[in-house]
């Protein structure tokens, strides 16, 4: 979900108001990232989720084409990040996200969540309503009106 509302962001201004949860945003350096174990998982998620043709070396057009980060100069919407600080793998991508949008001027804000980690079902009852209650609150303040 996170991955493709960045994806829309950047081809659209048709949206008022988005949130991104955990969204990867730039495939090249997702594929490159390493866990504290020095496990690098996203070498096989990225080419079989995203549909690459393989490694960034063998198909970087489409890394390129297919990483919103990328075209962060494109948006225009408002938008909402939501992050576990404990999704190692996801929390990079949605900092820089914050930081491009931020450089770009663009409206971004971004709540991380100490010690949770990438799916929001599995937060604790306090965070999932802190979460829940912000996404309500963005979606009033764009939407009404």
Known sequence: GGYAALS????SD????AVSSAGPANLLSLYSTMLPDASATQTFVVPSEFEMKGAPWEATEQYVRNSPFLWLNKVKTPLLLLQGDADLERTPQSDAVYVGLSKLGRRVDYV???GEDHDPQSW???NKRDA?????AWFDEHLRN
């Open 8 to 11: 829309l962001l950047v081809q």
């Open 14 to 17: 048709r949206f008022r108001a």
């Open 112 to 114: 991380k969540y100490r």
């Open 124 to 126: 604790s009852r306090h």
């Open 132 to 136: 829940l209650t912000r996404v309500i």
